[in-house]
Structures are given as C-alpha cells and as structure tokens.
C-alpha cells in the first residue's frame, strides 16, 4: 500500500536560515512526488514535481528537493527562508488514479 | 490559464439546507477531483472523476452527491449535513486520471460551515 510519512509535524525557522522538510514514501512501484505549500485557508499550490530523470529538481520560490530511492526519500530545501514561506507543506505521491498526502509540517518563521 | 476557480469562497448551511458547491477548469484537463480538509489535517480524497464519470467513491456518505455536467465543471451537492461535515472543500484537476506523471491543481476551496 501507498503512504506518505512527514515525520516533522512543526518546524520553525529563523528567517535567512536554511530549511530542510522531509518525506519518506512508501509506494511499490516508481514514484510520482510532489510537494504542495498551503497558506491558511487556501488551496494548495504546487512547489515542484518529480518524475523521472534529474534526482534534483527545483521549484518555484526558491524550492528545491532531491529523490533518493535508496532512501524512498523526497525532502524538500531552500537555502535562505523568508516570512512569507511560513505555511503548511505537503509531500504527495502520484498513483495515477489519485494523489496520497503526507500528514503536512508546518513551518513557523521567526524575524 | 491555470486556475480551478471554486465558488463560493465561504458557505454557512443549516442542517435540513440543500446547497451545491462548484469548481470549473479550463485547462482541458479530465480528471477532477473532490478533497475535504480538517483543520490541520492533509486533504482527504472524496470523488475522482475521469472523462466526466465517477471513477473513485472513498466511501462517502450519501449526503454528498457529486456530479460532472461537462468537461469543465465539477458540482458537489449537499443534503441533510451534520456540524462534523464542516470543513475546506477542495476541488483538483489533472491532466488525464489514470496516467502517473500529471499533477493536481488546486483550487482555493470552500469553506464550509454547517449549523
């Protein structure tokens, strides 16, 4: 069975510093991973996006995250975080019928 | 154009109320998707459904009736709902269901309210 694991309910920050979120899936065949960002009480809007090839891919607003398979890991980086990143983050996997969300870490920055 | 467009934004509903909730995409996706959100909690999938047909029931009670008129459109009616069914609705779009590489695109939900 497919599953999403974020094992880091709350993360804070302070702003400029480095962000690192993590997701471990679970998922029997090659994967589909993305991560989402939602504000509070919005919809979600898509960082980024991993099919295939490049391990490393980069997103919107500065976002990057990296797939290693040996680890059934996707974690989510950005080097210098900013106010306007705090929000709620999802890691999802993609089955071709529907997407499976991670449980989400909220992130909380600190001037 | 990249936008799922949900309306309305807020809706307060009594118990014995009938309301719909709608979602429109005009990216010539055809696949479309129905989450409900808790607070704090990821989204939780409802409906999908694929070429205008229901595709994916997660076992939702029957006070939730979806229904796809075209293409484009994805409606949620609601019927006799109990104070727990308070949630943000969200509707999604993708490319084709059933391929793996196409992502969701979300709309900005429905915030919904039952008294």
């Known amino acids: 069975a497919q599953s999403v694991t974020q094992p880091d309910i709350h993360i804070t920050v302070s702003e400029g510093a480095s962000l690192e979120l993590r997701c471990n899936y679970s998922y029997g065949a090659t994967p589909y991973l993305f991560w989402y960002v939602q504000s509070p009480g919005q919809g979600l809007q898509l960082l980024l996006k991993?099919?295939?090839?490049?391990?490393l891919v980069q997103g919107i607003k500065g976002f990057e995250a990296e797939f290693k398979r040996s680890q059934s890991s996707f974690n989510l980086r950005k080097p210098s975080v900013h106010w306007s990143d705090a929000a709620e983050y999802f890691c999802a996997v993609g089955t071709g019928n529907q997407f499976y969300f991670g449980t989400g870490t909220s992130l909380t920055v600190i001037p | 154009d990249t936008e799922v467009t949900q309306t309305p934004k807020h809706l307060v509903m009594g118990m014995t109320n009938k309301k719909s909730l709608k979602c429109e995409q005009h990216m010539g996706h055809r696949a479309m998707y129905w989450y409900k959100q808790k607070a704090k909690k990821p989204p939780e999938l409802m409906f999908v459904y694929s070429y205008e047909k229901l595709s994916i029931n997660e076992s939702v009670p029957s006070r939730f009736s979806p229904e796809c008129p075209n293409s484009s459109l994805l409606n949620l009616h609601l019927h006799a709902l109990q104070p727990e069914d308070s949630a943000l609705y969200l509707c999604?779009?993708?490319?084709?269901?059933?391929?793996?590489?196409?992502?969701?695109?979300f709309g900005q939900g429905t915030r919904l309210t039952v008294v």
């Open positions: 999604a779009s993708s490319q084709v269901a059933g391929y793996m590489n196409t992502e969701a695109f």
């Open positions: 991993y099919f295939s090839g490049d391990t």
